[in-house]
Structures are given as C-alpha cells and as structure tokens.
C-alpha cells in the first residue's frame, strides 16, 4: 500500500496536478524524502514553481 501510494503521488507531481509538498504529504513523506524518490525515478522536482506558488499564499 506505501508503495502504491508513492507511486500515485510521483504521477500526480509528475503531471503537474500536486505541488511538491502536496504529492509528499500524499505520499506519507517528506518533501526532502519524495524528491530524493523522485530523482530515483528520473522525474525533475519543479522547485522554481513549487517557490511561487508558496509565494503567493
């Protein structure tokens, strides 16, 4: 179940619908820990992004 859960949030981050905190909270990690699991698994973490949108809340 952990696994399938990481696996989703990766897809989800991967296709943009979660931020990066949001696809790590999904995935029971932190956001350190799932983007270290997302550059295992060769997806780009969108930290430029993930910094505006913290911005603008």
């Known amino acids: 179940m952990y696994t399938h859960g ?3 949030a990766m897809t989800l ?3 943009g ?3 990066l905190s ?3 909270s999904r995935a029971g990690r932190s956001k350190e820990a799932f983007a ?3 550059a295992r698994h060769g997806i780009a973490v969108r ?3 993930e ?3 913290q ?3």
Do not use: F
């Open 6 to 8: 990481l696996n989703t």
């Open 13 to 15: 981050y991967r296709n």
């Open 17 to 19: 619908t979660l931020t």
């Open 22 to 24: 949001q696809a790590a």
């Open 36 to 38: 270290t699991a997302l």
């Open 47 to 49: 930290e430029t992004q």
């Open 51 to 53: 910094r505006s949108r």
């Open 55 to 57: 911005a603008a809340d």
